[in-house]
């Protein structure tokens, strides 16, 4: 990432530590007064350097060396390793005396504060899901205790390794036949649950035992000799048992997708997560705020539907819009185009300064239909990923594809990833605040991005009635997301109901509703990283209102000052716009549903 200069920080006491401390240096903060902090102004808001940036920097820095360290994935010492380091860093907090921070320094450490408890609170979910997992892999702990003291520099005993392998290889077979065994009517979703994720670690798991195996072999010929067989019989034993869990118990033959699945994390779940993002709302409570604006949504589609001479045939308006795609080929001229009306809108309409070099730097590249598999629509930032037929793809996935990509549909989404979506976002963070990237939030990410969507749309961006229907197209599409995201992990609903409501209620081929919903839970996303669009979205959209709506910034002004700012979530975007109180143990408390 590259770092711009800043302004001069006031004077931080950091006692030395011994060279080579882990941790190093942190944080005795001198008594600053917070108006000695070197401030500007973006607009109304007056914005300095936090005292906590290099901390916040230095506890990135040794959280990502540790990460590095400690890579055995599940393991329990890892994850003692980690509590430890996240509790010595909370003590550290006590230690800095709140009250004569700034306001951007009271909001790292509000940000760090609660990144910190939220990291906690994983570590003791991921307790939970290695405990649920245990009965398929009773081995598990032999591999992470041969990982962990080769990282440890303890001598091998080759002899005693040859035989824990030789163990693990005769357990791993008998395994393989209990799973053969089992009758496909006594497998419940949660044992399916519980195999699919049991499949990931297997290939975490293995991949150690051959980092750790590589390590030795060639190398201590003592070890070779005692090993080299049973660590052959391993791997092999490894893939049968893996393959007997993903035909049997998750239903996955040869040749397959793997199912849509999920590993729903449940209501408490639910409640860590919304706390972790600043979100001052139940599930039911977002959910129900879906459906108010899905009601918007459908009047606005029926509108649209009568404006194209459908009346009230909304489908086939939708049909019509599809239909519009263009030929092979001119995918990537349509999306240059679509990109520069957008950059062109917004500086007309003085919404947001864009940098020239942002504007100059961007580039286009296409999707291996591998790819479009889990991600059917564009992915964005500085290389906008297309996401177009190849000629080696089936006819019918061909025309889905093309339909699914159409140029009213992809209005919406060229801007989201570029100027002034992802692109923008990511060439402002690369260059201010770039300590808060250890605070990311899906809620600002995609959240910033959703909300020009709403912006543009408000700001007369679609010309037609075709243009109307792909943006609220779009627009249904993230408000589904809350709700089929939300009910998954509540157990409310199914990924096939999620599918059918993409389907039925919002208007995609079922093609592409199988590779969001596949996207949304094959494991790559957080559990409310769909959410967040729209309800990141809504936040800003409500912090708009207060801010520009009430005159007390200029569009210009507001959209700046979030991009200078930082990640972070949306309430403490709030806080930092507003000058909100802030204190030590802070709880979200903001309603921004009206």
């Known amino acids: 990432m590259i770092r711009t200069s800043v302004q001069t920080l006031p004077r931080v006491i950091m006692p030395r530590a011994p060279r080579g401390l882990l941790l190093g240096a942190f944080l005795v903060l001198a008594a600053v007064p917070a108006e000695s902090v070197a401030q500007r102004r973006i607009g109304m808001i007056p914005v300095g350097s936090s005292e906590l940036r290099d901390s916040v920097a230095l506890f990135t820095t040794d959280r990502g060396a540790l990460g590095?360290?400690?890579?055995?994935?599940?393991?329990?010492?890892?994850?003692?390793?980690?509590?430890?380091?996240?509790?010595?860093?909370?003590?550290?907090?006590?230690?800095?005396?709140?009250?004569?921070?700034?306001?951007?320094?009271?909001?790292?450490?509000?940000?760090?504060?609660?990144?910190?408890?939220?990291?906690?609170?994983?570590?003791?979910?991921?307790?939970?899901?290695?405990?649920?997992?245990?009965?398929?892999?009773?081995?598990?702990?032999?591999?992470?205790?041969?990982?962990?003291?080769?990282?440890?520099?303890?001598?091998?005993?080759?002899?005693?390794?040859?035989?824990?392998?030789?163990?693990?290889?005769?357990q791993l077979d008998s395994l393989t036949r209990m799973v053969r065994a089992k009758q496909a009517n006594t497998i419940t979703r949660a044992d399916r649950i519980v195999a699919l994720r049991t499949i990931g670690y297997l290939g975490s798991l293995q991949g150690t035992l051959r980092n750790w195996n590589r390590f030795y072999a060639g190398y201590d010929p003592l070890?070779?000799?005692?090993?080299?067989?049973?660590?052959?019989?391993?791997?092999?034993?490894?893939?049968?048992?893996?393959?007997?869990?993903?035909?049997?118990?998750?239903?996955?033959?040869?040749?397959?997708?793997?199912?849509?699945?999920?590993?729903?994390?449940?209501?408490?779940?639910?409640?860590?997560?919304?706390?972790?993002?600043?979100?001052?709302?139940?599930?039911?409570?977002?959910?129900?705020?879906?459906?108010?604006?899905?009601?918007?949504?459908?009047?606005?589609?029926?509108?649209a539907a009568r404006d194209m001479g459908f009346g009230t045939d909304v489908k086939g308006a939708l049909e019509k819009v599809k239909q519009a795609y263009v030929p092979p080929g001119e995918q990537p001229e349509l999306i240059r185009r679509l990109a520069r009306e957008a950059v062109a809108f917004i500086t007309e309409k003085n919404l947001v300064t864009v940098p020239p070099l942002a504007d100059e730097v961007w580039r286009m590249e296409m999707m291996s239909p591998r790819q479009q598999l889990v991600s059917p629509f564009f992915l964005g930032g500085e290389i906008i990923q297309v996401s177009y037929p190849t000629d080696s793809m089936q006819h019918d996935d061909k025309l889905m594809s093309m339909r699914g990509n159409n140029p009213h549909f992809s209005m919406a989404t060229v801007h989201h990833e570029l100027i002034p979506g992802h692109h923008m976002q990511g060439y402002m963070t690369s260059r201010y605040n770039t300590h808060r990237g250890a605070f990311g939030t899906p809620f600002w990410t995609e959240g910033w991005s959703l909300w020009w969507e709403m912006l543009l749309w408000d700001q007369g961006f679609p010309k037609t009635p075709e243009d109307r229907m792909g943006m609220l197209f779009w627009r249904s599409h993230r408000l589904a997301r809350i709700i089929f995201s939300l009910k998954v992990h509540l157990g409310e609903m199914t990924p096939q109901e999620a599918i059918d409501m993409l389907v039925d209620r919002v208007g995609h081929e079922r093609a592409n509703a199988e590779a969001e919903v596949r996207r949304s839970f094959n494991g790559s996303y957080s559990p409310l990283y769909q959410a967040a669009y729209m309800l990141g979205g809504l936040q800003i959209r409500a912090l708009h209102r207060e801010l520009v709506g009430g005159g007390r910034m200029t569009n210009k002004e507001f959209h700046d000052a979030i991009l200078q700012g930082g990640r972070m979530p949306i309430e403490m975007v709030r806080a930092r716009l507003m000058g909100t109180t802030l204190r030590p143990g802070y709880q979200a408390n903001w309603k921004f549903i009206q």
């Open 223 to 303: 070890y070779s000799w005692w090993t080299e067989d049973p660590f052959r019989r391993v791997n092999d034993a490894f893939g049968r048992y893996t393959r007997a869990i993903r035909e049997v118990v998750v239903g996955q033959r040869e040749g397959q997708e793997e199912p849509i699945i999920g590993d729903p994390i449940g209501a408490q779940g639910l409640a860590e997560d919304l706390e972790a993002e600043m979100i001052a709302y139940t599930p039911a409570e977002l959910i129900a705020l879906a459906e108010r604006e899905f009601a918007w949504i459908d009047a606005e589609k029926a509108r």
């Open 68 to 170: 590095r360290r400690w890579t055995v994935e599940y393991s329990p010492a890892r994850r003692e390793r980690f509590t430890a380091f996240y509790t010595d860093w909370q003590k550290r907090l006590t230690k800095i005396d709140f009250n004569k921070l700034s306001q951007e320094g009271k909001i790292d450490y509000v940000l760090l504060e609660s990144r910190l408890k939220t990291e906690l609170a994983q570590l003791r979910r991921e307790e939970k899901l290695l405990g649920e997992m245990k009965p398929l892999v009773p081995f598990g702990q032999v591999i992470v205790d041969f990982e962990e003291a080769r990282r440890r520099f303890d001598k091998i005993d080759a002899q005693a390794s040859g035989k824990a392998l030789a163990v693990m290889a005769t």
